[in-house]
């Protein structure tokens, strides 16, 4: 049974990205101000996340690490506008299984904090009282080695892996408003090494030039655009004409109502627009698709980075209308 859910649990949690991504979300959830993402020898030793947010309080220490425990539905019709990030109770316990779980925690309602270890199979093996602020610290040891061989590639991969943590916290610090992030990590004997951090500034804009700096933003240009009823899409693309793109797809960042996803086909068409009257360059791209949580669909797969518009041709369409728009504007 154990070795069913670690086989079950890599496939929640299938590299140190989508680790990361579930433990900053729970942050997010939590309603951090803060959010502090550490990495010991590029994550591959341990990584943690800590937050400011509301903590979690002692009722749910024991289930906490088990599948299936969520504090975020309380009915089954929530499904049908889940706002928080998180909402199936599966990234503690699969994270549990892969690697070795501490969490320190403190609600406002506590005057002292708790430890918590836990076994692979999600039960707590040891809780006793610390001192720390309100807030939650989730930390992960060896990430996949209860999974041999897929602890091995990880290892081998670890810049790589790194490379896409990098990336993720970086779309976060682009879109998260109100909330300052900070990435460190430490290799060997070093002293840290900030990777990241920005001020939690409340506007896209000021997040951009944090982020991409000045010279980036000054190349970009707002795009605000209801593609469909009820359907916004809000952010910044290069400018047309040369010089304002990268040589690569790298600063590409696509969100639906404010959470990172993954947008091949959105991509696709951002950059064949852009290179018709660009003739090399990548554009640089920030669009956050406001839509109404009845309009997709992100419970498909595991990881809730890709997502499913039921009208995804119509808005394919529209938004190909509105950046033709911005790059031949001859053509209207
Ligand atoms: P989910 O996010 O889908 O509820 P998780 O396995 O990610 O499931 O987390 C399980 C539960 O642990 C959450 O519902 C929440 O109650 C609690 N939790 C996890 N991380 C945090 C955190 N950083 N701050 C507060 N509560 C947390
Ligand atoms: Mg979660």
Redesign the pocket.
């Known amino acids: 049974k154990s070795a069913v859910h670690r086989i079950c649990s890599g496939q929640v949690i299938f590299d140190l990205s989508s680790a990361v991504k579930?433990?900053v979300?729970?942050?997010l959830?939590?309603g951090?101000t803060t959010v502090e993402v550490n990495l010991k020898a590029y994550g591959e030793e341990w990584f943690k996340?800590a937050?400011n947010?509301?903590?979690?309080s002692p009722s749910?220490f024991q289930a906490?690490a088990l599948k299936h425990?969520?504090?975020?539905i309380s009915d089954f019709s929530d499904l049908n506008s889940v706002v928080?990030?998180?909402?199936?109770?599966?990234?503690?316990?699969s994270l549990c299984a892969l690697g070795k779980l501490t969490v320190e925690?403190r609600t406002k309602d506590e005057s002292v904090g708790t430890h918590l270890e836990f076994e692979h199979s999600g039960v707590v093996i040891s809780n006793r009282k610390i001192a720390r602020q309100v807030?939650?610290t989730?930390t992960i040891e060896k990430l996949f080695s209860t999974l041999p061989v897929r602890g091995k590639e990880f290892s081998r991969n670890i810049r790589k892996e790194y490379g896409k943590v990098i990336s993720l916290l970086n779309a976060y610090a682009l879109i998260a408003k109100g909330v300052r992030l900070l990435c460190t990590n430490t290799v060997g004997k070093n002293s840290k090494m900030v990777v990241l951090k920005t001020q939690g500034s409340s506007s896209l804009k000021d997040n951009i030039i944090t982020v991409f700096g000045l010279n980036t933003f000054k190349c970009l240009e707002p795009f605000n655009v209801t593609i469909l009823e009820g359907c916004q899409v809000e952010g910044f693309l290069s400018k047309p004409g040369p010089g304002s793109g990268r040589n690569s797809g790298d600063r590409q960042f696509f969100y639906v109502n404010g959470r990172p996803v993954d947008m091949p086909k959105v991509t696709k068409l951002v950059n064949e627009l852009y290179k018709s009257s660009n003739s090399k360059q990548y554009p640089v791209a920030v669009l956050n698709f406001c839509i109404p949580t009845t309009s997709y669909d992100v419970n498909v797969a595991p990881d809730k980075r890709k997502i499913f518009f039921s009208s995804e041709q119509t808005i394919l369409l529209s938004l190909r209308e509105a950046i033709e728009n911005l790059y031949n504007p001859q053509q209207c």
């Open positions: 579930e433990l979300e729970n942050s959830d939590a951090a996340v937050d947010g509301s903590g979690i749910n906490l425990h969520t504090s975020k928080t990030f998180g909402f199936r109770g599966e990234a503690l316990s925690t807030g939650t989730v």
